[in-house]
Nanobody, 114 residues
Framework: VQLQASGGGLVQAGGSLRLSCVAS????????TGWYRQAPGKQRELVAE???????NYADSAKGRFTVSRDNAVNTMYLQMNSLKPEDTAVYYC?????????WGKGTLVTVSS
């Protein structure tokens, strides 16, 4: 199983980024998916998740600014991030899971300058 995240980078506050995560080696549609982030000196935290059935859940910090989605036809999950703030700076990780199986991508760095 491989998860390849991309789309991170440096952006000014108020800007947008779209993260993608391509999965291989699995039946992607059978997995729940999520985006997590870890800022320097902090624990990894959930940002947003989308279930097999398309139900979404967001951290309070992401509500109204971020949108999580998935395209099972291309084994890809997305995180559209708008109105970015400096406190969104972190390494973002994609995650897929089902029935005790849990896989993580290597992460993509998002840096938001003020």
């Amino acid at each position: 199983v491989q998860l390849q995240a991309s789309g991170g980078g440096l952006v000014q506050a108020g800007g947008s980024l779209r993260l993608s995560c391509v999965a291989s080696g699995i039946t992607f549609s059978s997995y729940s998916t999520g985006w997590y982030r870890q800022a320097p000196g902090k624990q990894r935290e959930l940002v947003a998740e989308i279930s097999i059935g398309g139900f979404t859940n967001y951290a309070d910090s992401a509500k109204g600014r971020f949108t999580v989605s998935r395209d099972n036809a291309v084994n890809t999950m997305y995180l559209q991030m708008n109105s970015l703030k400096p406190e969104d700076t972190a390494v973002y990780y994609c995650n897929i899971r089902r029935r005790g199986l849990d896989y993580w991508g290597k992460g993509t760095l998002v840096t938001v300058s003020s």
